[in-house]
């Protein structure tokens, strides 16, 4: 599938989260918005993709045949300096419907969701009682990875062709003013093929390389443009068909980015950023006129949305530039910030994953490159045949040979400093980098001040580690870590999550002040080898640690038991580093080795001792739930002794919660308490609430001592769990009560997935990190790295706030073992399953390891050798594709294999 058409089926699967309606409001009762009832103007916003703003006759290219832009420029305000704030369609596109650039909204690079909580431009106008309307392709994503929107957000109806537009509004007769987001997806690649331009007359930018083959391919990007400026027209026809309608409407003209082709799109440079904008409004706007006011696409929303008479939200970085289109002398910015981040995954050697940050003014633009070692690589370096008509970067490369001017294009192209400074009044094109000249010093110092400053605004945390990298914490500054662990709960059960019915509102507030990695993994679907990855950093078969009791789970269990924690207690753990440099360390809730002591805490609850009933917690699993009275006290008096000694402290908080037995409060119970809805499910729901407000008492006590804004806090879970009564349907469920096959104990996503949370003010941006993928090893190197502390050299695991880690991660591996029956020394020897995840794959591979305990789990009755799952479709793993895709199952068993003869060594 092609870019476009991969963007497009997004587009069209978004818009069908985004809409409920037929396609004509139908009104007869009343006239329509304009017959004077109603001074509130309607709306209508054509939005094009991937749009040079150079590229069309209005601004100043007489080649190409644009006649509709042409024309409405005659009835409009043309803004001649309008910017996007991402030159990345997704993150771009955030920006216009949210008034919030990229790092607020949550959506800094591309296929990034907008946060949660986080309102677009349907909801408020939906709020306003306008009828919204969305048509062709929207480009953001709300809500996160395969999950729907807030339904306040989402358009009163939805249009999937855009060439349907015009048809709306020539019979729209609804009661409600009209806001019109048409989404028109050329110019995007693939373009048409070209028919009516002459290659050879197309005017080439002077930081092109001229070859025909560049000319070929211009002229169908042309060419595309040409049938958008058709969608155009059909469109401003419809309108001046609807006289009543247009004598009252605000149409808007605009593009995310530049174009598809070198220093445009995915660039930080006018021809990536500078965008085509015209706004007309009959009795408001002066028809024809021309504004040198410098806006940024975030100011379209605080302006709709005061055209329309409603109060702007506080915390926008949009302001209104209603003034302007009143009068076009008006001054609005001094300066624009923009900002890329890519697409945020991959290998180095893969397109579009240069971070860069930009600040503009009317006379000069600094750019700084995060990572000024790595090529500047995007899809214009290679032909794809598939979205190119010719192959033109590869001529470019060819007569560079030759030519030193396609040489240094090339250069300039491929390798981009870490500081650029240009003089855009005499190098309009970017061309000539001011950076390393010392007459223009003191004028880079004070531009990178301003954009440090703004990158501050933004909780930028990446940009300023490299604007400022003398970051790593001191003894003094060392963060205190709180680390919350659920224990046997579902990947989809929380509000955050986007379940319907279960409420965790004091997670749902810290998920709103989290980097969230929805796609996190444990390294085993079972409570004590989970928990041992944790905080070892490693798989269960390096620490020995693979189900929770050595054989059977007998009375002879702690004597066998005891030869396995001494030899796990050998491995370094971030709970034994903490306290060696300086820390004070506390547990509660489950603990499965020995002591608090035993494990490397200072401070703790759980004793250990077998003959005291020791195995799994103990006292420490009173935490959270007893006495009901004060559940949190050993917890608070712990935080109240590490404030008074002036140290920092890490807080293991792991109740056992929403854990068996589910003995929920009343009050929770019998809220979750509805007809048609099985016992066992209502009670897991009230425990799941109960630990939240647990949650709730425990971080409400951080900020009552305020101790917040130097806590990092971090949330997982150690593994899934399901109701035996959801998979009644499944016969074999009959043999195993406890709960759900392919839950608890298995590799599918209800056994491993687990939502992951890492929240610190001032250091981690908050957002969605999309479909990037974290693990439970990841935790130990993330902790030491924010403690200013080393990690040890073997741990596979990834600093989860190293935005270049997150991106180069492309798979992760886990595995499962029998729930008992441990073999020390000889981990394999009760293996079930190994599997891995790469992007949207994941394959299961069973093995026959020994498993003669009562837990009946999906080993036993399961019994293919392999299992393929594509996540993205099906998150659910309902449909086994191993048997259609047998190379994506020979590559991934290849890499499981090697994976564990390496890390098993």
Known sequence: MNRRNTCYCI???????????????????????????????????????????????????????????????KEAMQFMHAYAASPTCSPSRSTVVTGLMPHRCGADFFGAPIARDVKVMSGYFNEAGYHTVSVGKSGYLHGGWGLSPAGSNRYTQGIGDVDRADEYIRKYKGEKPLLMYIGCGEPHQPWQKNKIYEPEKIPVPP???????????????????????????????????????????????????????????????????????????????????????????????????????????????GKSFLPVLKDGSQKHRDMVFGTHTGNNNGPPSNHNNNPMRTIRTPT????????????????????????????????????????????????????????????????????????DDPKHAELLESLKAQLTEWCRTQDDVEALKKLEPNLAPTASQQPNIVFILSDDQAWTDYGFMGHPDIKTPHLDKLASRSLVFERGYVASPLCRPSLASLATGLYPFQHGITGNDVGSGGKDRAALDAPMKAAFHR?????????????????????????????????GMTHGDPKRGGRHGDEGLKIGRYPKAKPMKPVTDFIDLATKEKKPFLLWYAPFLPHTPHNPPRRLLEKYTVPGRAEDVAKYYAMCEWFDETCGQL?????????????MVIYICDNGWAAASTNASDPNQKSWRGFALRSKGSPYENGIRTPIMISWPGHVRPGSSGRAPAHAIDIFPTIAAAAGLKAPENLQGINLLDAEARRKRRLVFGVTNSIQD???????????????????????????????????????????????????????????????????VKRLRRKIEAWHLVNRK
Request: glycine residues 6%.
């Open 699 to 711: 971080l409400g006590y951080l900020d009552k001592k305020n101790l917040t804004e130097n806590t």
């Open 571 to 603: 491995h370094p753990s971030f709970i034994k580093m903490l306290p060696s440099n300086g820390y004070l360390a506390h547990q509660s809730g489950k603990w499965w080795e020995g002591s608090f002591a035993d494990g490397g805490f200072t401070h």
């Open 364 to 435: 000069h633009r600094y750019i700084f490159n995060l990572e000024p070692d790595r090529l500047f690589n995007t899809s214009c370096r290679f032909h794809i045949p598939r979205v190119s008509p010719a192959a033109y970067y590869e001529t470019w490369q060819e007569t560079a040979k030759t030519y030193e001017f396609a040489r240094r294009m090339i250069q300039a192209f491929e390798h981009r400093p870490a500081d650029e400074l240009y003089d855009l009044e005499a190098d309009p094109h970017e061309m000539k980098n001011l950076a």
């Open 822 to 888: 441990m073999t020390p020394g000889d981990p394999n020897s009760t293996l079930q399953y190994l599997w891995c995840i790469e992007d949207n794959w994941k394959l299961l591979v069973r093995y026959d390891g020994k498993d003669t305990t009562r837990y009946k789990n999906v080993h036993i009755w399961d019994t293919a050798f392999v299992r393929l799952y594509n996540l993205k479709t099906d998150p659910h793993e309902k449909k086994d594709l191993a048997g259609a895709n047998p190379d994506v």
């Open 11 to 73: 587009a069209m699967a978004l818009l069908a989260c985004f809409t409920a309606s037929p396609l004509i409001a139908e009104d007869e009762k009343t006239a329509g918005v304009s017959d004077g009832k109603s001074k509130r103007p309607n709306i209508i916003f054509f939005f094009t993709d991937d749009h040079g703003w150079r590229d069309s006759e209005p601004y100043g290219n007489p080649y190409i045949k644009t006649p509709n832009m042409k024309r409405l420029a």
């Open 207 to 317: 930081n092109f390389v001229d070859t025909p083959e560049t000319r070929l391919a211009m002229a169908d990007y042309y060419q595309d443009v040409t049938v958008m400026d058709e969608k155009l027209g059909k469109v401003l026809d419809a309108l001046d068909a609807r006289e009543d309608l247009k004598k009252n409407t605000l149409f808007v003209f605009s593009t995310d980015q530049g174009a598809h082709l070198p220093f445009g799109k995915w660039n930080l440079y006018d021809t990536g950023l500078r965008v085509p904008f015209m706004a007309s409004w009959p009795g408001v706007i002066d028809p024809g006129s021309k504004t040198e006011s410098m806006i940024n696409l975030a100011d379209v929303l605080p302006t709709f949305l005061e055209a329309a008479g409603e109060s702007i939200p506080d915390g926008l970085d």
